[in-house]
């Protein structure tokens, strides 16, 4: 596919992003989506093949993927800042977001601070809040995680410190008027609870909740075929719908 592959620029940094503007319907709303804790933006190419003709963007944050790795800066603000550098390069006006585990918190956080470019929001398994991490954290994610998985190369080890020093716990508590897709691993590894379920249904005025009975934290892995019908049917309501090419 023809896709742009760029990068905008953040202070002396570069963010780096995917975008499917090329071959997509410039009727139809975009969507903006925000990977996961060690997710590139290159992990996400098949999502945006297969949401066509809908416009699709991702980013890789900070320290992921082919992105700038700064010294400082791995707080949720910071993360925020990414978002808005990408949107505001692209001259996003109105958008969906699409957000997967730590990326959610990154997603919340923009939403508050932008309210008025958001019209839906997808929420992939995490609950409603930016965690702190333990002290022992970077070592273990690094060398249990990062290192067997063979994912060094997707998040650098500045960026996994950073983020173990500068990350603070931050919960979100602020009413959401948009609607909102929680899509929801039922197995071992999911990283929501009955009570993360709850606090958004208290939280959000419009909520939908699919559970994934065959999934647990990785719905993209083990149930990719539900998960695109349920995205698409969610980002299609009110009928904007998706023709095949």
Known sequence: MNFISDYCNLDKNRIHFLDSKPESNPLMTPLLICPGLSETAEEYADLLTQLLPRRVVVLSFRGRGKSDSPLRGYDLIDHIQDIEAIVSHLSLESFNLFAYSRGVSFALGYMYNNPNKIKKVILQDYP?????????????????????????GNISEIAVNGIARDATQIPFNEMITKPVLILRGMLEGTLITEEDVQKYKELIEDCTVIEFLESGHDIRSSESEKQLEVIQAFLNEAGEKIEQR
């Open 128 to 152: 409603p809040e930016h965690k702190q991490m333990s002290t022992e954290w970077a070592d273990d994610y690094i060398h249990n995680y990062l290192i067997p998985f063979k994912r060094t």
